[in-house]
Each structure stands twice: as C-alpha cells, then as structure tokens.
C-alpha cells in the first residue's frame, strides 16, 4: 500500500512532464527517492524521503494541473477578494 501512493505520484508526474522515464525507488527504512532514466543513466532526483515528503516533492515538479472552476466559483472567489478589501 505504501508504495502504491509512491508510483501513483510518479504516473501523474510522468503524466504532466510527458516523461515516461521517471521510476519511483524504495530503499530500506520505508524512504523512496525519484530517478530520471531519459538520458539513458539512472540520474537521482532527490534524496531518500519518507513516503508523505517523497509524495509532496514529487507533486510540485513539472508543470501543475490547471484547476478546474465553473462560473459560480469564480464569481464566489471574487466576492470573498472584494469583502476583503
């Protein structure tokens, strides 16, 4: 199950970079580090990071999902802006 939140990470990350060439890694003591095999090596990129780290670092690379928002919550984000002001 703990690896399974790790490679799930890694498919969206593949999904978003359009790099199918990242993998997932599991070392001892539960730590998982990320590497990138497009240039033909295995090149690490990051350090071993427990599952719920290794998840968040994973999130934030590559270009992120655009956030999807009818008309009625743009209108309600911009009421909550203006009462602010």
Do not use: C, W
């Amino acid at each position: 199950m703990r690896t399974t939140r790790a490679i799930h990470a890694v498919e969206r990350l593949k999904t978003r970079t359009g790099n199918a060439r990242y993998a997932a890694v599991s070392v001892s003591g539960g730590l998982f580090y990320l590497v990138d095999r497009s240039t033909g090596a295995d090149v690490k990129a990051s350090d071993p990071l427990p599952l719920d780290e290794f998840v968040s670092f994973v999130d934030q690379l590559g270009p992120q999902k655009p956030r999807k928002a009818s008309k009625l919550d743009l209108a309600f984000e911009e009421q909550i802006r203006n009462s602010k002001k």
